[in-house]
């Protein structure tokens, strides 16, 4: 049996009854600090897919930052909800630790073939589906009173909370069930390494249970860690590595939201306008209202700019009657609709479910035709198909749809457009924006990443200890005749 190049150990520890329960708590440091670490490892292995598919090598930089990243979280799972196979806390370091009980080395960096970082995630496909089942595997249950249960912890974590029962009840960590999950946690780490690249050895499909791998899979003693400064040039590494991962999360954001802008605005109809899927509305009120729509002046580079260059609503009447649709001063229209009850809209644009109806106090009954008051900014009345259009100005309005002769009852299918001339503009600024933080975010993460890597990268220990030199073999005999010679000659 082979020894695999990643090589995750363990040494069994103690812990104790209790301190797993609070265990959650003292793990935050550390959680919020893997946090920008993964951010920050998620973009080194994306720099380094690239690197493989073009130079065929792994940046020895970013394969010692990624390695100390997943030695790190080893650690911590290690100690915390993965394992609680210790009560040491972990340190904050990507070295390796020769003395604490849970240790990760790698062989490498790796040389794997250009067209693996294609594939990769393709061929690691199985393992991926076994790791969810580890980790996130569950079940949702639930009954007629709306009571549900769900879990999604995975087999491991049914098991670690056996342990911790077992802890908590017994002071003692059973042995066969703590090597059957390091060896769970021994998969899913192996498939981790292999689909970014750590490791071109593609993971064994077999169970490797216990603290110490099959062969000589501990990590050699590593020398002393050389002095830094810590206040220096670690703090330069960890402020790029923080700097970045946020640039790299604001970066992605802003590239999204201006993706999303030109697509709405490639998806304009003839007219200009970017049409929300229409929806059915039916009331046996007087009155659908959608109220208090806040139009505000902007000033955008010094020129005015409300925002929404134009709106359109388009109602398809599914009754008889006639219908009235208006926009009105949202003040005038609740002195229209006082005392009467009506239906109001919210969240006009969105998927259907997001939209709400409320009901508002009063008397269901009829209002004054609204065909007869004086108020209203734009209007139309029609029995089949109506259609709005409207300015926006400054002011707070509210878009009435209502029957004509103010009695109650209606059905119709609304359909709300806008006409906006700042998508184009705004979301090519957002993309491109977007994507100049994302290669600045990935530089400083890069820089960041190797500069923290950089010690650990000096220190590292050999793949295999060193022997005592050995002697060089005698020179063999010029022939066998010359050596019965020597041998003769002596008598």
Do not use: C
């Amino acid at each position: 049996m082979g020894t695999y190049p990643v090589r995750v150990s363990a040494q069994p520890d103690r812990p104790g009854r209790w301190l797993w329960l609070v265990k959650w708590l003292l793990l935050i440091p550390h959680y919020i600090v893997l946090a920008v670490l993964w951010t920050a490892f998620v973009a080194m292995t994306l720099i380094a897919y690239v690197a493989v598919l073009f130079t065929g090598r792994y940046p020895g930089g970013i394969f010692d930052f990624n390695v100390g990243v997943l030695r790190w979280t080893w650690r911590v799972w290690y100690y915390g909800y993965s394992v609680l196979g210790t009560d040491r806390y972990p340190p904050f370091t990507l070295a390796d630790v020769a003395d604490y009980p849970a240790r990760l080395s790698v062989d490498g960096p790796p040389r794997p073939p250009r067209w693996l970082p294609l594939v990769a995630w393709l061929l690691a496909l199985p393992h991926l589906v076994i790791v969810g089942i580890i980790t996130s595997g569950g079940f949702s249950n639930g009954d007629d009173n709306g009571w549900r249960l769900t879990y999604a912890g995975g087999v491991l974590g049914v098991l670690v909370l056996i342990a911790a029962l077992f802890l908590l009840f017994a002071g003692r960590y059973p042995g066969g069930l703590y090597d059957l999950v390091i060896g769970l946690n021994r998969w899913v780490l192996r498939t981790i390494a292999y689909v970014t690249l750590l490791t071109d050895r593609y993971p064994p499909f077999r169970l490797d249970q216990g603290a110490v791998e099959p062969g000589p899979t501990d990590p050699p003693p590593v020398p002393p860690e050389k002095k830094r400064d810590p206040g220096g040039r670690l703090v330069v590494h960890v402020t790029a590595i923080v700097l970045g991962a946020l640039m790299l999360a604001g970066g992605a954001l802003a590239a999204t939201g201006g993706a999303a802008a030109l697509a709405m605005h490639a998806s304009r109809d003839a007219n200009g306008y970017v049409e929300a899927p229409a929806w059915q509305v039916a009331t046996s009120t007087a009155a659908v209202t959608a109220g208090r729509i806040e139009v505000g002046p902007g000033d955008v580079f010094g020129q005015e700019m409300s925002g929404v260059d134009a709106v359109r609503i388009t109602v398809a009447n599914h009754g008889d009657a006639a219908l009235f649709l208006g926009v009105a001063p949202a003040g005038a229209v609740e002195r229209w609709l006082d005392g009467i009850a009506h239906d109001e809209l919210s969240a006009v644009y969105g998927p259907d479910d997001s939209r709400t109806v409320h009901r508002t106090a009063g008397t269901v009954g009829p209002v004054v035709a609204p065909t007869t008051a004086g108020f209203w900014y734009a209007s139309v009345t029609g029995t089949d198909t109506l259609r709005l259009d409207w300015t926006p100005v400054a002011g707070t309005w509210t878009v009435v749809l209502a029957r004509a002769d103010g009695m109650t009852g209606l059905s119709a299918e609304v359909g709300p457009a806008v006409r906006l001339s700042f998508l184009q503009p705004l979301g090519t600024a957002l993309l491109a924006g977007g994507v100049v933080a994302i290669l600045v975010a990935l530089l400083l993460i890069y820089l960041g990443g190797t500069g923290l890597a950089g010690g650990a990268r000096r220190d590292r220990p050999p793949s295999a200890p060193e022997g005592p030199p050995t002697a060089e073999p005698p020179p063999p005999a010029a022939d066998s005749r010359s050596g019965e010679k020597v041998g003769a000659g002596s008598g």
